[in-house]
């Protein structure tokens, strides 16, 4: 094998580490079962939310309802004092007034149990989400936890490809230009393979067998000379 050849398989298996990293990295919230912790958190979350919405619209019914009350207890009060100061009303008058206060009477007392609906209706929702509360605590200490550590094998990870791409490029300073990118191109096209080895008769691109005549033609290739797989394309490195 030549050094230039030595020097491709360490571009091939530094390539390979590098992609075995990222997506080791990629994978992390998967793997340490933050996504999981996550993914319960979100639903509870979005119970959370439609609880809390619609307590808002209680909130917003019971605001209404209170005004509305407030109205109907000023337009009573001075129908009332209207009705005792009316010493010279005729009996008519009278009695419009009385079932006008009536009326309203009656009306805020509707109101007042629409309120209070509304407000039982609230401390229904606020005892919902109390219960969301405590469901999600755990959960959110939990994912903390998790994020902590998937940043600390974030870093790990960071530094180990950072110290792969370098030696990625030392390699790569090492290889013909013109071999380097038929590597790269057949590394594209080949699954992220674009270098294999020869391991007694197997290709370990393919890990189809070659012929031995095939073999030893390749065995017997002047330094320098690449070889390819007759199967997948792959450069044939003998090892
Ligand atoms: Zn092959």
Redesign the pocket.
């Known amino acids: 094998m030549t050094d230039t050849l030595t020097h491709l398989l360490a571009v091939q298996d530094l390539d390979t580490s590098i992609t075995q990293l990222q997506h080791r990295r990629a994978a992390l919230a998967e793997a340490s079962g933050l996504a999981a912790v996550e993914g319960e958190l979100a639903g509870l979350e979005a119970e959370r939310s439609e609880a809390a919405a619609r307590r808002a619209a209680l909130a917003a019914t019971q605001n209404d309802l209170e005004e509305q009350i407030g109205g109907i207890s000023e337009r009573r009060t001075s129908m009332e004092q209207r009705l005792y100061a009316a010493t010279s009303s005729s009996g008519r008058d009278l009695q419009a007034m009385s079932d006008e206060v009536r009326h309203l009477t009656d009306r805020r007392a509707e109101l007042e149990e629409l309120e209070l609906a509304a407000m039982l209706d609230q401390d229904r929702v606020d005892a919902e989400l109390a219960a969301l509360r405590e469901r999600m605590a755990p959960l959110e200490a939990r994912a903390d936890e998790l994020r902590a550590q998937v940043a600390d094998d974030e870093l790990e990870i960071d530094a180990e490809l950072a110290a792969a791409v370098a030696s990625r490029a030392a390699e790569a300073g090492r290889v013909p230009a013109a071999l380097l990118d038929r590597y790269e191109l057949l590394r594209a096209r080949l699954r992220g393979t674009g270098a ?1 080895r020869l391991i007694k008769n197997h ?1 370990d ?2 890990h ?1 067998e070659l012929s031995s005549v095939e073999v030893e033609k390749i065995r017997a290739l002047p330094p320098g000379e690449v070889a390819t ?1 007759e ?2 394309g ?1 450069i ?1 490195v003998p090892v």
Request: positive net charge.
């Open positions: 294999a290709c691109g393919c189809l797989c199967q997948c792959r044939l």
